[in-house]
């Protein structure tokens, strides 16, 4: 209170630029949103690629024998220790490799929806 008489500072005038800087900090707000608003209606960004087309002769139905086959040889408890690190035989890995890109291929054509 002190300071205030001592700078000539009033209570209409501390109201005044207590008022603006709320203005000024709600335009900014309002911009803000504006412009991410904005940037999301471009079309662009992350948004659902859709299902990606499959190679020529594959279906989701060959996938799927192809992954069962995989399964019934033990593929998905290779595919588990894979993920944990341990070290696996060449053939076993290049089952878990299959595997793995059998399952993105599925995946990513949505043949599970």
């Given at each position: 209170?002190?300071?205030?008489?001592?700078?000539?500072?009033?209570?209409?005038?501390?109201?005044?630029?207590?008022?603006?800087?709320?203005?000024?900090?709600?335009?900014?707000?309002?911009?803000?949103?504006?412009?991410?608003l904005a940037?999301?209606?471009?079309?662009?960004?992350?948004?659902?690629?859709?299902?990606l087309p499959?190679?020529?002769?594959?279906?989701?139905?060959?996938?799927?024998?192809?992954?069962?086959?995989?399964?019934?040889?033990?593929?998905?408890?290779?595919?588990?220790?894979?993920?944990?690190g341990k070290?696996?035989?060449?053939?076993?890995?290049?089952?878990?490799?299959?595997?793995?890109?059998?399952?993105?291929?599925?995946?990513?054509?949505?043949?599970?929806?």
């Open positions: 209170m002190f300071r205030r008489r001592r700078l000539g500072i009033t209570g209409d005038e501390e109201a005044f630029v207590a008022r603006t800087v709320s203005k000024i900090v709600q335009y900014l707000a309002v911009a803000a949103m504006a412009a991410t940037g999301c209606a471009d079309g662009e960004g992350f948004g659902d690629p859709g299902a499959l190679s020529s002769g594959q279906s989701c139905g060959t996938i799927r024998q192809e992954l069962d086959l995989l399964d019934r040889k033990g593929t998905q408890g290779k595919v588990e220790a894979a993920s944990q070290k696996l035989a060449p053939k076993d890995k290049a089952d878990v490799d299959r595997y793995n890109t059998l399952l993105n291929q599925y995946l990513g054509a949505r043949c599970h929806a």
